[in-house]
């Protein structure tokens, strides 16, 4: 039978497009590139960095030019006198450059701001990534549970039937087997949650999926002193606005000093003698002309120094902030590696002694149970206290990993 071909090409147009939404999975890395180039905090942080790039240029703000005219009898019993005049008021010039100075200062907060949301970005990328891996492995934990627990249930049942046991050792196998696939379908909820969370966190308009779902003990650069905090970018920011306040101090009090007002005029004066003899009188085409020069001088000061005194408060402030964020960190800390210890400790249980006792108790209570040496209810003690350790050491491994995440993003190491 020949081919339709305009069945095939719908066919491979389909094949294609399918191919093209499949989600490609992402290495950890991969998943905070990402989310550093998508997520919308991250733009926002930028967005914010150009908006106070934009108000730094605004730094020298120069007002408005005054044009005046003034026409008719001003000056002697003509009426058709005429007068223009051009002036300018600019502020004190350290009025510009303390702007400036204050610009510059708005820049590089809202920078550091915008590594405060980078920093927590990343380390709730690596939360959520974490928590796959471990649903991940402990999902295929439950699978190998599940088949030996659906085993049990059939042989119970057919003991049952047989006359071999009682109905509460087969309930008790349908229990355990219910409670493994329960703990499944739990599980598997708590993957897509924890997919739709990274993919927000991405900024990403698809699906994502993980690439490395081997769950393993993270690698880590050991632990630093309490100073290890001074690097957390929450620190320099609140540093800066220290630096923000003295700058807005130094623009308050440029703008107690004097403005200047520079202004040119040119003027008519019709029946004025333009010599010394007074005989010779000013027609209408002759024109005066000079220059102006100003100062504004501020005679009250009591605002002036209200803004100039609030500024220092606002430096102090910070600094006070600066002190409670110091301790604040530094107890974050010290708590989180005390938290690392712990699960470090755990850890190295699992690994030297549980997780090798639980091998040994799954290789040799089955085949204890079939020789006749330990009762049913043994072999399924023994299977369950397994099966815990080896969840146990799962959640440790988690644990673990999370502490290490959350000291790295302490020390601002994201």
Known sequence: MKANPAIVAVLLLLT??????????????????QGLKNNREIITSQLDIKYQQQLKKASVEIPKTELSGQFG??????????????SQTIPFPTVFS??????????????????????????RIKQAYINLQYLYARQALLKKQDSIYTGFAKSATVRYKAGESTLLEKSTADTQLNETRNMLSQDESNIQIYLSQLQVLLGSDETVAIADKTFTQKEFHGINDGNAVNSNPALAYIQQ???????????????ALPDLTFGYFNQSLIGTPIDASGIELAASGNRFEGFQVGVA?????????????SAAISKEIAGKNLESQKISLKGQYDQAVQEFLKNQKSLEYYK????????????KSESAYRNGDIS??????????????QENSLNAILQYNLSIALLEFLEGKN
Request: proline share 3%.
């Open 352 to 363: 030297s002694s549980g997780l090798p006792n639980a091998d040994l108790l799954l290789s």
């Open 241 to 255: 606005q220290i630096e923000v306040a003295e700058k807005q101090k130094k623009v308050e009090q440029s703008k």
């Open 98 to 123: 303390a702007n400036a100075a204050l610009g510059n200062a708005q820049i590089k907060s809202s920078e550091l701001r915008a590594g405060i949301t980078k920093n927590e970005l990343v380390y």
């Open 16 to 33: 294609a497009n399918f191919a093209q939404a499949q989600t490609k999975p992402l290495t950890l890395n991969e998943a905070i590139e």
């Open 297 to 309: 001088i501020p005679l009250f000061f009591g605002s002036y120094s209200s803004k100039v005194k």
């Open 73 to 86: 009898q001003y000056n002697s019993y003509v009426k058709n006198d005429s007068y223009y005049s051009v």
């Open 376 to 389: 049913y209810a043994e072999n399924l003690l023994n299977l369950r206290t397994a099966n815990s350790i």
